[in-house]
């Protein structure tokens, strides 16, 4: 009986620790956890065989149910390379009616800066994750979502009518990508892109940083990079 709690007390600390921390080696997890080598092996093993672990490139994660649009995208191996490679705080957004909730805040290794907090709900025209997602929406779609808006002002730089954000949904669903340039904060910018699946905008994937880390010369380029997150995240995942 105590080696069958062991064992569980275990495989849980292993889903808690990949929960956490997303995509992680064998050794990576034996060390943090103390364990040795052929006990994680053998615990890793068995939970993939339950469906609750996968294997990807040596990296094992949490397997999520595609069904569930509240996924765990903390877990996603692809997410930690973002804020990596920006060293800033990436954020995973879905839709809520008129606005757009934060469902994970995915925080850089070092100088970053949260500007959003976990589970905050922000009206779309404040946020370019919203406008990430609704702007990827059929334009019938569009048109019902934008008409609710109250149209609530961040700065003096927001969009405040119904055409002129409109026009914009069309400007970023020609160039791939909606950036928040001032119009939530005062020299903060924000980039952000569509997540799929089955072809449907289900999320959406942004950074968030000062001018410095964002600058306007480079925003093309950064976008491009985190288009091709995004679509690694679909393959993946979805």
Known sequence: MANSSSTLRNGLAILALLRKNGGLRLTEISNQLILNKSTVLRLLDTLMELNYVKKI???????????????????????????????????????????VVITQVLPAKKGFEEFKVLGNSTPINLSALGKGIVAFLSDEQQVNIVKKLTFDKGTKYTITGQKTFLKNLKITAQKGYAL???????GIRCLAVPIYRNGQVIASLGISGSFERLPRQKLQSIAKELIKCSQQITNEFF
């Open 57 to 99: 490139d040596k990296h094992y994660s949490i397997k999520h149910n595609n069904s569930d649009p509240y996924l765990n995208w903390i877990s996603i191996p692809v997410s930690k390379e973002i804020t990596n490679h920006f060293q800033t705080t990436a954020f995973i957004g879905i839709l809520r009616n008129e606005n």
């Open 180 to 186: 928040d340039d001032e119009e939530s904060s005062i």
